[in-house]
């Protein structure tokens, strides 16, 4: 069972804070190590969902009161967007240094908004497949603890042509931050270190990368990165708590269709988590994301927290 608690904590320090962001849809930027970081070789199957209800609208560090708006106005006025992903991944290790990783994810997204010049919602209800994901990882450099770094690519395989259903803006194509995937191609890149700290408490550290290599019809967007540390406790048997801190910083996106001025920012959390071995072969495991920090460019709907859910099957 040793795999499975290396396993677990890196799974529960990177499910969830690529999923918090506060900009106009949060797109899909899955990790690369959800289905666990393992030192024997195998296969690992995962399943995960994760629900960002945005409906609180910021400006710069401040929460917007959007009965102090008259309508219409010249900016538009969003009022919730409640994305939910469901992501199956495998993850297969050929043996205690390299391995290989594939998420594809099922994107819903219900959305509302007050466009410019209207006063009256309209609303967008987005779903599909999401954006594909591959990378590779490495992990023989020895030492103490355990350090690694992964390098793959997120591909165009969501679509981004759906539209607004009801409202004023019914028929008109919904944002492309709000796509259940942005068309364009990503270099995603990252690094690790796990650790003992003393007795039963282990640490995690994490830095990782998206960087987009295309734009699609007119639309990019901006690179984005996260940072976080994490500590778990592995004295309960069988059940491992977790406490991180997420650092997300993203660019603005670019071109003719991006919302530019509404888009990017700087985001702190704090995530509790747990994870708990249902059988020798099958985890579980839940984290809570909630914000500390939040900075954003613009107008931009923002969550009051996260959920995520998980469950391994360690073949």
Same mark, same amino acid.
């Given at each position: 069972?040793?795999?499975?608690?290396?396993?677990?904590?890196?799974?529960?320090?990177?499910?969830?804070?690529?999923?918090?962001?506060?900009?106009?849809?949060?797109?899909?930027?899955?990790?690369?190590?959800?289905?666990?970081?393992?030192?024997?070789?195998?296969?690992?199957?995962?399943?995960?969902?994760?629900?960002?209800?945005?409906?609180?609208?910021?400006?710069?560090?401040?929460?917007?009161?959007?009965?102090?708006?008259?309508?219409?106005?010249?900016?538009?006025?969003?009022?919730?967007?409640?994305?939910?992903?469901?992501?199956?991944?495998?993850?297969?290790?050929?043996?205690?240094?390299?391995?290989?990783?594939?998420?594809?994810?099922?994107?819903?997204?219900?959305?509302?908004?007050?466009?410019?010049?209207?006063?009256?919602?309209?609303?967008?209800?987005?779903?599909?497949?999401?954006?594909?994901?591959?990378?590779?990882?490495?992990?023989?450099?020895?030492?103490?603890?355990?350090?690694?770094? &992964? %390098?793959? /690519?997120? @591909?165009?395989?969501?679509?981004?042509?759906? *539209?607004?259903?009801?409202?004023?803006?019914? =028929?008109? !194509?919904?944002?492309?931050?709000?796509?259940?995937?942005?068309?364009?191609?990503?270099?995603?890149?990252?690094?690790?270190?796990?650790?003992?700290?003393?007795?039963?408490?282990?640490?995690?550290?994490?830095?990782?990368?998206?960087?987009?290599?295309?734009?699609?019809?007119?639309?990019?967007?901006?690179?984005?990165?996260?940072?976080?540390?994490?500590?778990?406790?592995?004295?309960?048997?069988?059940?491992?708590?977790?406490? &991180? %801190?997420? /650092?997300? @910083?993203?660019?603005?996106?670019?071109?003719? *269709?991006?919302?530019?001025?509404?888009?990017? =920012?700087? !985001?702190?959390?704090?995530?509790?988590?747990?994870?708990?071995?249902?059988?020798?072969?099958?985890?579980?495991?839940?984290?809570?994301?909630?914000?500390?920090?939040?900075?954003?460019?613009?107008?931009?709907?923002?969550?009051?927290?996260?959920?995520?859910?998980?469950?391994?099957?360690?073949?």
């Amino acid at each position: 069972m040793k795999h499975m608690l290396i396993a677990l904590p890196i799974a529960l320090l990177t499910a969830t804070p690529a999923f918090a962001c506060s900009s106009c849809g949060c797109n899909l930027t899955s990790d690369w190590l959800s289905q666990g970081l393992v030192a024997q070789p195998g296969t690992t199957i995962g399943l995960r969902y994760d629900y960002v209800p945005q409906t609180e609208l910021r400006s710069g560090t401040d929460v917007v009161d959007r009965s102090t708006i008259p309508l219409p106005t010249t900016r538009e006025i969003e009022q919730n967007t409640y994305n939910q992903y469901l992501t199956l991944s495998v993850d297969h290790a050929f043996n205690a240094k390299w391995a290989v990783n594939a998420q594809l994810p099922f994107v819903l997204r219900p959305h509302r908004t007050i466009a410019e010049g209207d006063t009256d919602q309209s609303y967008s209800r987005t779903n599909g497949l999401g954006d594909a994901r591959f990378s590779v990882r490495f992990q023989g450099f020895g030492g103490a603890g355990i350090t690694g770094v &992964q %390098l793959g /690519l997120k @591909l165009p395989t969501g679509g981004f042509h759906q *539209n607004f259903r009801t409202g004023p803006a019914a =028929g008109g !194509q919904v944002d492309r931050g709000l796509q259940p995937g942005t068309g364009t191609t990503d270099l995603t890149v990252g690094a690790y270190h796990f650790g003992k700290l003393s007795g039963a408490f282990d640490y995690i550290l994490q830095a990782q990368g998206d960087v987009p290599l295309t734009s699609r019809e007119d639309f990019k967007p901006g690179a984005a990165g996260t940072f976080s540390a994490g500590v778990n406790y592995t004295g309960w048997k069988g059940i491992t708590p977790q406490l &991180q %801190l997420n /650092l997300r @910083l993203a660019a603005k996106d670019s071109g003719i *269709n991006s919302d530019r001025e509404n888009s990017g =920012g700087e !985001q702190l959390y704090l995530s509790p988590g747990l994870s708990a071995n249902l059988s020798s072969h099958i985890s579980a495991y839940g984290i809570v994301q909630l914000p500390l920090y939040n900075h954003v460019n613009g107008y931009q709907l923002a969550p009051k927290y996260t959920l995520s859910f998980g469950l391994l099957y360690r073949m």
